[in-house]
């Protein structure tokens, strides 16, 4: 179908109450489980590749295949960048063909996040490229990897510093910190919807949701209510490849063959993607 940036299928998002999946993808095998799984719903999807994750695979390799898999898809698809390091590396995406890009400058003071995400959505929008911003610290280890912060507590976002971002930067859509972690918890998180109701009141863009793993539906529910339009989405299809990997290795235990042993790994990444999607009520929506 074609390859799209965020702004048309978050506004509808948020405007009928439901979420759009950004799945992050660590090769093509989950990228190709993902688009399987979203076409068969017939969802909008994103296609996220997390920075952390360039450390075993490299952008302009892969983004070719990427934006070719997106285009041939039955579905929208937007490629977008999660959590880049810098504006560099977000030019670098957008000439590889991404169609969005958050580059994770929350860790700064509010006025320097917001004179670096300007500068980046000034040369996004040029180009029709979406751009996500980010307020507060959501805590956790993204995509596996070690935390950023020291204490890795997590910041909230606070309602004030939230509008004023969304009016100076011009960002499409911005992630916030309303108590939802990086990585796999044990017990549900503890989410602060009373901050989210204000904040979604407060600004005008889809609000996005780090650390979408492991919520009940009750809780996703409540999000999409309250104008959260993108869940990131990434440990838990994680561990659904992983556990596939030990069913088959346990089951023969004795393989050499790399192939026999992988082969679960893009059925329960798509089993997942296609539940997850239907709980979000994104299926059939374009
Ligand atoms: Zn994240």
Not at 16 to 44: H, Q
Not at 126 to 142: Q, R, T
Not at 154 to 171: C, L, M, N, R, S
Not at 278 to 285: A, E, L, T
Request: glycine share 6%; with cysteine.
């Amino acid at each position: 179908m074609a390859l799209v940036n965020l702004d048309e299928m978050l506004q509808r998002a948020r405007q009928e109450k439901y979420a759009i999946g950004a799945f992050d993808l660590i090769n093509m095998e989950f990228a190709e489980a993902i688009v399987a799984g979203a076409s068969r719903v017939g969802s909008p999807l994103i296609l996220s590749t997390a920075a952390v994750h360039f450390d075993y695979v490299d952008m302009e390799s892969l983004a070719p295949s990427l934006v070719k898999l997106a285009e041939n898809a039955p579905i929208p698809v937007a490629l977008h960048l999660d959590h880049g390091t810098d504006l560099e590396m977000a030019v670098q995406a957008i000439r590889c063909g991404f169609t969005s890009v958050q580059v994770d400058t929350a860790h700064l003071p509010l006025e320097e996040n917001i004179a670096v995400t300007k500068e980046i959505v000034k040369i996004a929008h040029a180009v029709n490229v979406s751009v996500e911003g980010e307020l507060g610290y959501v805590s956790g280890h993204e995509g596996d990897h070690g935390s950023r912060m020291e204490s890795d507590e997590p910041i909230y976002t606070e309602v004030e510093d939230a509008q004023k971002f969304v009016e100076e930067t011009g960002v499409d859509c911005l992630a916030v910190s309303v108590g939802t972690v990086h990585c796999l918890l044990k017990g549900e998180p503890r989410i602060d919807f009373e901050r989210l109701r204000a904040i979604n009141k407060s600004v005008p863009v889809p609000l996005v949701i780090h650390g979408g793993s492991g919520l009940t539906e009750d809780t996703y529910q409540q999000l999409m209510e309250n104008g959260m339009a993108k869940i990131n989405y990434y440990a838990d299809l994680s561990k659904a490849a992983v556990e596939s990997i030990k069913q088959s290795l346990s089951q023969n235990p004795n393989t050499t063959s790399i192939t026999e042993v992988l082969s679960g790994v893009r059925p329960a990444v798509q089993d997942v993607v296609e539940a997850k999607i239907k709980v979000w009520g994104s299926d059939f929506k374009y």
